[in-house]
């Protein structure tokens, strides 16, 4: 695409008002979408034979089974799941969504042992080399989802029993590698990529901290912030940002930038899907802490540059056609579009959207390619940990919720809308035919 959308701003007299969705992984506002056309086809598709076509037994199984040993990252693929089955749910919403759902949960809640801790490491591995961590990040995060889905009336009704599994969960990782844990380590000092991998549990972390108000949540959070930012070695997510340093050259602060192998891999820190999700928790943290002090001080400050500028480097620099990267990239636009209101992200994230992600989905909606390169050879999902999907296809269905939420904004007083699409949004008809043509016709439906 060579042009860019410029948000068509109607006013909205004597439309329904509607409030601005909370500002938080929010599902509010999806079952009021539905996409048409091409791209509506696509979606029904993926959702038919992507989300639903996967099995909450399957992915689910790791968690009962418990047999890591290779230090893997089974325990990742039902977080990510519940990331998009749940809004998916109200967007589609049918019995066998439901049935799935309920299904997942059951088993993950039944897998939590008495410590709190859900996963598939034997004891002596957790919380230290490999992906635990992340594995527990994307398990709050599907907890979460389910409290929320509840909250808003959701169709089932276990009242507190996802938000106090979380809790617990939660508990357990604070015990263990939290400040003084058990392990006699720090959060930053497990998992990969000098930290990044493990310290991005702060975005659900912080989730937690604004259903629960807890303190200790946001103490945790202060902690994890700490992890990320002071130690030589960690992944010193706001001095480097600060300084100018483009996110490819970050290794070059502290390791070896020639290294390779294993030490690449424990200790890079060029690694965007992981380095994105960190920035994403960030944000959230500076939300969440600005609100507990009522006032944005100047440390918070920085910490919002700092990943405002890692994003404007990114833009710069290079974008990385990889599905996780892809799918993170969206989010992170979605939620830089929310702190900034500056339609820059909407454009970043619809040129991703229409050609990173839209190539790298299969037309029958069923998985992800990880690789889309502008030449050669473009794979199928593949195979990781020895199961039936891997990191990008898990991730895949997330990214169309960041185009259907950021479709239209409407405050009640104006509507927004940042792409172009057939669709039934929010009380607009909107007919389009981009990017074929660089306009839409957009009725009060
Ligand atoms: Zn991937």
Sequence with gaps: MNFRTIPVFVLAAGVATFALAASRDSIDNIGETRLKGPLGERLDRMIERHVL??????????????????????????GKWMHSAIPYSHYAPSDRMYNAIETGIGRILESQEPSGYIGNYPDELRCGEGWDVWGMKYTLMGLLHDYDNEQRGGFVSRMNVPLDAAKKLCDYVIAEIGPNGRRGRE???????????????????????????????LDFADYIVKGMTEPEKGPRLL???????????????GNKPDAHGGYVMKHNRSKAYEMMSCYQGILDYVEAKSAELKVESGELRDLRKAAIMTAEDIVKEEINLETCVTTTWMRFCEKLLEVTDDPKWADELEKTFYNAYLAAMKMDGSEFAGYTPLSGNRWHGQHHCYMHTDCCTANGPRGFLCFLKELCRNDGK?????????????GFDMYSLYPRANYARIVCA
């Design 239 to 253: 001095d480097l940002a600060l300084k100018g340093v483009s996110v490819a050259d970050r290794n070059g602060y």
């Design 53 to 78: 076509g996967t099995d909450p037994n399957y992915i689910t199984a790791p968690f009962m089974e418990k047999t890591e040993t290779k230090g893997w990252w089974q325990t990742e693929f039902w």
């Design 187 to 217: 959060l930053w000092q497990t998992g990969n990529w000098s930290g990044y991998a493990s310290s991005s549990i702060l975005e659900p972390v912080v989730w937690l901290y604004r259903r629960t108000n807890e303190k200790k949540y």
């Design 414 to 426: 104006t509507a927004t809308f940042n792409f172009y699409a057939s669709a039934l949004v929010k």
